[in-house]
């Protein structure tokens, strides 16, 4: 007669050939596991050891490139300005670099550089738009009409337009000196600008930013930024726009004057000038700023070419 010791001995041999078998399994299985995922951790590192080489080499490339474009680019821009002034204004984000650079190959082209204004970051700030407003009708040389558009980057550039650029039909000042001193230094106190020393009216001019702009308020500050460089180039003979790295992007001023068919119709964008090729360029790009024409030129894919008489 089979007794309930039996029952329970043969249950427990039971479970414990099942607990063994489990054990053996998950081991077995694990290794093969494991060792596949070795593997794939090897052929990874394989790829993205190729992927860095590649890299590494695409960006010696490049480096050689600028090189190139640096040593070139003043005789390949000689003459293109002569007899010409430009002035700089620059944004909070531009580089002191691509200033520096950009400013040696326009004398480089002939050009007269006639200063810098550098536009701070109350200027694109979407809470001071009020106060900017407000400020530049109040400050508006007589005999000049600011433009009709309420928002605050195209009401500057009308001000800024007639203080910093010569009427393009007659190469005379459109505000006077005491006018322009006063302006200046209304907006200054107010932390809108900081004005060179030095600075003075002229013909073309060359609005200079950084990349993308980012923060809460980027697509605000992007387009304070671009509709005021597109009333400057209304302003005068003409004007360029230049970006680094990112401006030609939805959070970039070249890239919102570059998604407005009005702005690109007068404005010239170059989205490359933190390179040697993109700076000549701009240089370029304000000579034919000169024969009426404009251009969305550099390496970003809303560019129609990489500068102007290429096909892109």
């Known amino acids: 007669m089979i007794s309930m ?35 794939d951790k090897s052929a990874l590192g394989r790829e993205v050891a190729d992927l860095q080489a590649a890299q590494n080499g ?3 490339k490049l480096a050689d490139a600028d090189r190139f474009a640096s040593s070139v680019g003043p005789l390949a821009v000689k003459g293109a300005l002569a007899d010409r002034t430009v002035v700089l204004v620059t944004t909070a984000d531009a580089k002191p670099n691509d200033r520096d650079a950009l400013a040696e190959l326009l004398r480089a082209a002939g050009a007269t550089v006639t200063g810098e204004l550098q536009l701070t970051d109350a200027f694109t700030d979407p809470r001071k738009a009020d106060q900017l407003r407000d400020l ?23 001000l800024l337009g007639a203080l910093l650029l010569l009427n393009k039909d007659n190469n005379g000042q459109q505000a006077s000196a005491d006018e ?6 209304g907006l200054s106190s107010a932390g809108f600008v900081k004005p060179g020393q030095g600075l003075r009216a002229a013909q073309l001019a060359v609005v200079l930013t950084g990349g993308a702009v980012e923060g809460d308020s980027a697509a605000d500050r992007a387009a304070t930024v671009a509709r005021f460089a597109t009333q400057l180039d209304r302003s005068g003979a003409g004007a360029v726009l230049a970006g680094g790295e990112g401006s030609a992007n939805g959070t ?11 702005a690109t119709s007068v404005l010239s964008t170059v989205d490359n000038v933190g390179t040697s090729a993109g700076r000549v360029v701009v240089v370029l790009a304000l000579r034919e700023q000169l024969e009426g024409k404009s251009g969305r030129y550099g390496v970003a894919g809303n560019a129609e070419s990489p500068a102007p008489g290429v096909v892109g």
Do not use: E, W
């Open 58 to 60: 695409l960006s010696a």
């Open 180 to 185: 322009t001193a006063a302006a200046l230094a």
């Open 5 to 39: 010791r039996y029952h329970i001995v043969s249950i427990t041999a039971v479970f414990l050939a099942l607990a063994v078998g489990v054990v053996l399994g998950s081991t077995a299985i694990s290794g093969r596991l494991l060792s596949g995922l070795t593997d």
């Open 136 to 158: 530049v009708a109040r400050l508006q040389p007589a005999g000049t009409q600011l433009p009709t558009g309420a928002d605050p980057g195209t009401r500057a550039g009308g």
């Open 252 to 262: 970039g001023a070249v890239g919102v004057v570059r998604a407005d068919t009005a």
